[in-house]
């Protein structure tokens, strides 16, 4: 082989080796690859991406799954005691009138002076009384002259069986003149009562009235108390017991406590029951993974319904806003002129408008009027992507200002295209970059601002959940310090949700700069 073709050969597979093939040919990226390419390489935004779509499982497929519903509510039962009767023990004299004013307080001053000078007679102002000891502890006071009593005074009382009905003054003096005399029977009205040694009074075999020096009294309503019920809590109260424990004639054994209240001088009966209630504020446990609220609800459930109206109340205030904006910022930019200061000033205006004051009187009106909450949320996003659009606009504007000089604008208009095709088909898509990361970073903002206005009270209302309304649960101290699966799950995903969507948004932007490096 010659020179000449060794130097051929030589120079063929020095070719071969430095020519771009198939193999070694350089892969062009499209705009998105690139885009995406930037994104993937921040870290942080990475970070930010990962901890939205988690927020978007737990919220959505969690929600999905979860064997709860939104607003069910759960009971457990529960030992509670509650206040049954209360028991007096007269240990004074109390006085009794025939008939309003018979023997006024200054007159009951001047007995208790004769009885204990013991004289049978004394004088209030012109009136002249005269007594008599008609059982032990039991006075009979009469005007001189007259043999009607006008009052008695007695330790004891008679209070009728039911502990409502009003008895007779004649039939309470008959009743006390019996019992404080020991007597077994007594008349009054035409008809014959029986007493006891306990101070029962019947009537034809039936509980009538009582004469005792305790006075009991039903707290709760629609009770009555039985002849046997009263002398079993009477010997236990003078027994000096804590606990009185009675058996119903169903069979059925009732426990009740007993209290003195001093100040009152009083016994309390409190009767301990159980009763279903409501399962709030429960422990974190196997059955509630983050407890219940003060409604009895599961809190991660809630979590998760929650997390739901958030995201969809960010995203449709998002796109209400810049469809306005797109639109408004669109012909704005491209049409200027009395068009574009007619925009402006009206951007201006919303700008000065008070966004917060206008919310409280909304969110009033709403609450006047009950609105019903889902009918709520939706003006509610449409009041929030109202006053949201004006910063659309201004970027969207200013964006359409510089395209609009450029060679490929001048080229469209040189072919005859209409205006609103110029806006839509060629300047509002060189837009959507800046849109993407515009609104990426608003979508934070939009659901902390529905979780302030669902905290004061302002936005999603019950049955329905938000983060804002969850954290709104915690209405004092004690809740805010002891009850902390209440408000800080809530906080943790609003912060971790908002910082994300910022991440995210601050790596679009550096994605979609050019000057960024590959």
């Known amino acids: 082989m010659s020179d000449t073709e ?37 870290r942080i935004a990475v970070i930010g991406l990962v901890v939205l779509v988690l927020m ?59 009885r204990g000078k013991k004289q049978t007679e004394f004088a209030s102002g012109d009136t002249k009384y005269t007594y ?28 009728s069986s039911d502990g409502v009905t009003k008895l007779p003054f004649s039939f309470q003096v008959a009743a006390l003149k019996a019992f404080t005399n020991e007597e077994k029977a007594f008349e009054e009205g035409g008809d014959s009562y029986q007493i006891e040694s306990d101070g029962t009074v019947t009537k034809d075999g039936k509980p009538y009235a009582y004469a005792s020096r305790y006075v009991l009294n039903a707290i709760m309503s629609d009770v009555t108390f039985s002849k046997e019920f009263k002398e079993e809590l009477i010997a236990d109260i003078d027994a000096g017991k804590k606990e009185f424990t009675f058996k119903e004639k169903n069979g059925e054994e009732a426990k009740y406590t007993i209290e003195f209240d001093a100040p009152s001088k009083a016994y309390i009966i409190k009767q301990t029951r159980e009763q279903r209630v409501y399962d709030t504020y429960s422990s974190p446990s196997k059955k509630h993974l983050l407890g219940t609220d003060k409604n009895g609800m599961d809190m991660l459930t809630r979590l998760m319904y929650g ?12 796109f209400i806003e810049t469809f306005i904006g797109m639109i408004m910022g669109g012909v704005s930019g491209y049409f200027g002129g009395w068009v574009d200061n007619l925009i402006m000033r009206i ?17 009033a009106a709403m609450d006047a009027l009950r609105v019903d909450p889902q009918i709520r949320m939706v003006y509610l996003m449409l009041i929030l992507g109202f006053f949201g659009w004006p910063s ?62 669902s905290f004061l009270g302002l936005g ?15 209405n004092n101290t004690y809740v805010l310090s002891n009850y902390l699966f209440i408000w800080v799950p809530a906080g943790v995903c609003l912060l971790l949700t908002v910082l994300a969507f910022n991440l995210v948004g601050d790596g679009l932007r550096d994605a979609f700069d050019p000057k960024m490096k590959r």
């Open 307 to 318: 997390g739901r109206v958030s995201l969809y109340i960010g995203f449709i205030v998002v």
């Open 460 to 474: 999603v209302k019950f049955p329905f959940a938000s983060w804002g309304n969850i954290i709104n649960d915690v």
């Open 132 to 159: 008599e000891e008609a059982g032990k502890d039991f006075y009979l006071i009469r005007k001189s002259g007259s043999t009607d009593p006008v009052a008695f005074a007695a330790i004891d009382t008679v209070t």
């Open 56 to 114: 978007f499982i737990f919220s959505f497929i969690g929600g999905a799954i979860s064997p709860y519903g939104e607003s069910q509510l759960f009971y457990r039962d529960n030992k509670q005691s509650q206040k049954y009767a209360g028991v007096k023990v007269n240990t004074e004299l109390r006085y009794q009138q025939a008939s309003k004013d018979a023997f006024p307080a200054l007159a009951q001053a001047q007995f208790v002076l004769a």
């Open 347 to 363: 951007v201006d205006v919303f700008y000065c408008i008070p966004s917060i004051p206008i919310y409280i009187i909304i969110g």
């Open 6 to 42: 060794k130097n051929a050969m030589s120079q063929n597979n020095s070719n071969d080796k430095f020519s771009l093939n198939d193999d070694r040919r350089v892969k062009v990226l499209s705009p998105g690859a690139m885009v995406a390419k930037r994104f993937f390489r921040n």
């Open 392 to 453: 659309i606009t201004r970027l969207v504007r200013g964006q359409i200002l510089t395209l609009r000089e450029q060679e490929f604008m001048t080229a469209a208009e040189a072919t005859g295209i209409k205006p609103i095709n110029r806006i839509f088909r060629h300047l509002l898509p060189n837009v959507i970059p800046q849109l993407i990361v515009t609104c990426t970073m608003s979508l934070g903002g939009v659901i902390l601002t529905e979780a302030v206005l």
